[in-house]
């Protein structure tokens, strides 16, 4: 084959253009784990040994453990209702298409454009008023309600493209009520779909820093994000602290990541649609 | 008969849709709503909010601090073209066969899926006066002292527009990449055995197959602009130095929550879902448009 060097090259060039993109990670990952000596010395090479010194010390100065518990909550809960909600609906924009479901449908999915700052004010002063902020469950809420729009666009394009029409009609004529379709039927078999909504809603909610930030206000409900970048600021003199700080706040994405990648892009390209 | 049974059972379907609507309702609707009509108003919350009519749009415009913001995002907006040629090469280099693709793809892919308040932590040290970047270029010797990449005004917005890079190429990528397994292998084995080169095969064969992908990624690009580039701003330089990198959401969130000016800060939230929305009702019929490179 001709073009053998050409690939060669071509790999060559990928790999270099991976650098960008790894060493930022590995330089973070040693600047956390290697002893402060070591710091001192050289920050750019290879750790001479690893110690979990500066991450135990951001863990305790930054609360970072009970901002891994809060997150989870928050999270979770964001999750759990943006799948349910977007489902629900979903389905019913499946049984429904007249004009009014439609316009309807387009009014949901446009929402995306609003930019968070416009209602995050007047929310925060309703919740204020009526005693909902501070609360990890209404910050979980908020999440949720964020990403329906995105959630009600992948979950409707896969009821309607992955479901058999002719399955729902039978079901029908069986006599299945539609609760009973939308449990038996069409969530088992949207349970790709509802993976990527859940894993994007995951990485996405969990990175928040500015939401959480106007809708919590004692330390000991603050998120992770919120803990580890509110004390960023005391650590930028402890670069290793800050270090470990971001490698705590990254490493349940990165889990999430690898074992949801595919789920992940998927939905990511979906999400651009046609 | 079927119709008619169906459209009986279908009646008490609204149970489905009722919680999406209450959701979305009192987190977005209710509060934009909120929003827009207090930006007519001096709003102080809890206490008498007078209506002002146009008077906090009339100080938008004429705000010294509001020809910062354009100018900013003017040159925010010059990033646009290097966050859409970099994905297209990398997704293309990944597109005709290759070894470890899967590798290439998820390392690429990562920082696509961080948040700005993560990756900013760490580029706040990678950043910082004695951070990766100063200590590579000092080592090699192309300054002489630490570049003070985020506190210094000409620097800060191209420092910005490197990071929305690094950030963004994943997710060009992984878009592009699925829509050139649309283009005809045939065509691209063709145009190699005519001679094309690399970048020819790119420019002539691949773009063309995938106009208008292209161009909604930089119609969404272009938004993102207004709508997204908050949480840098936020953890990497706080609009500053001085107002260098101050966007209309940052400035927003500051009136708001800093200075305790809700109405005015409403009243430019209402021009950022105006702008937004018409670069979105423009763009996107365009990016539809778009069949050609």
């Known amino acids: 084959m001709t073009n053998t060097t050409s690939q060669r090259f071509k790999f060559l060039v990928l790999l270099v253009a991976c650098v960008p993109f790894i060493y930022p990670f590995a330089f973070m990952f040693f600047t956390a784990m290697r002893p402060s000596e070591d710091y001192l010395e050289s920050r750019l090479g290879l750790p001479t040994a690893l110690t979990l010194e500066h991450v135990t010390y ?50 949901i999915l446009s929402l995306w454009i609003v930019p968070f700052v416009i209602y995050i004010i007047p929310l925060f002063v309703m919740l204020s008023d009526a005693g909902l902020t501070d609360n990890l469950l209404v910050l979980g809420a908020v999440y949720g309600a964020i990403n329906v729009p995105f959630g009600l666009y992948l979950l409707y394009a896969y009821f309607r493209d992955a479901i058999p029409s002719e399955i729902l009609q039978a ?47 004692s330390s000991e409900r603050f998120t992770l994000t919120v803990a580890a970048s509110t004390l960023a600021g005391r650590f930028d003199s402890e670069p290793q602290a800050n270090a470990a700080a971001a490698l705590i706040a990254l490493l349940p994405i990165l889990i999430v990541f ?5 789920a992940i892009r998927s939905g990511l390209t979906a999400g651009f649609g046609k | 008969m079927t119709e008619s049974l169906s459209g009986a059972r279908r009646r008490g379907d609204v149970g489905y849709l009722v919680p999406m609507l209450v959701l979305v309702g ?34 938008f415009l004429s705000n010294p601090v509001t020809g910062e913001i354009v100018k900013n995002t003017a040159v925010l907006l010059i990033g646009v073209p290097l966050w859409t040629a970099l994905p297209l090469l990398l997704a293309f280099a990944l597109h005709e066969r290759t070894r470890a693709t899967g590798f290439f793809r998820a390392v690429f892919f990562f920082p696509a899926v961080l948040s700005p308040a993560i990756i900013g ?47 963004s190429v994943g997710a060009g990528t992984i878009l592009f990449a699925a829509a050139m397994t649309s283009v005809d292998n045939h065509l691209l084995e063709a145009a190699k055995l005519d001679g094309a080169n690399w970048l020819q095969r790119l420019r002539y064969v691949v773009l063309p197959g995938i106009a208008s992908v292209v161009a909604f990624w930089v119609v969404y690009q272009v938004v993102s602009v207004f709508l997204y580039v908050f949480g840098w701003i936020f953890i990497l330089t706080r609009g500053g130095p ?22 005015y800060a409403s009243a430019q939230a209402v021009c950022l879902l105006v702008i937004a929305a018409i670069v979105v009702i423009v763009g996107f019929p365009l990016a539809r448009r778009t069949r050609r490179a």
Do not use: C
């Open chain 2, 121 to 167: 932590i760490m580029f706040r040290g990678i950043l910082a006066p004695e951070g990766l970047v100063n200590e590579l270029l000092l080592g090699v010797g192309v300054v002489g002292e630490p570049v003070l990449w985020l506190d210094e005004a000409s620097l800060v917005k191209p420092t910005l527009i490197f990071v929305l890079a690094w950030a």
């Open chain 1, 258 to 262: 690898l074992f949801a990648q595919r």
């Open chain 1, 171 to 217: 079901a029908e004529v069986d006599g299945a009520s539609g609760w009973q379709t939308f449990v038996r039927i069409v969530l088992p078999l949207s349970r790709p779909a509802l993976a990527t909504l859940a894993a994007l809603a995951f990485v996405w909610t969990w990175g928040d820093l500015v939401i959480s930030l106007i809708l919590i206000q």
């Open chain 1, 58 to 107: 951001a863990l305790d100065n930054a609360e970072l453990g009970r901002g891994i518990l809060n997150s989870m909550i928050a999270v979770g809960t964001g999750v759990a209702i943006v799948v349910v909600v977007s489902a629900l609906g979903a389905y019913w924009f499946l049984r429904h298409s007249g004009r009014v479901a439609n316009l309807l449908l387009g009014a």
């Open chain 2, 242 to 263: 001085g107002y260098s990198s101050t966007t209309l959401d940052f400035d927003v969130y500051q009136n708001a929550f800093a200075n305790g000016l809700f109405g």
């Open chain 2, 26 to 59: 009192a987190v977005v609707l209710v509060p934009a709503g909120v929003a827009i009509f207090h930006s007519f108003t001096d709003w102080r919350p809890g206490g008498e909010s007078p209506w002002v009519g146009l008077a906090n749009y009339r100080e």
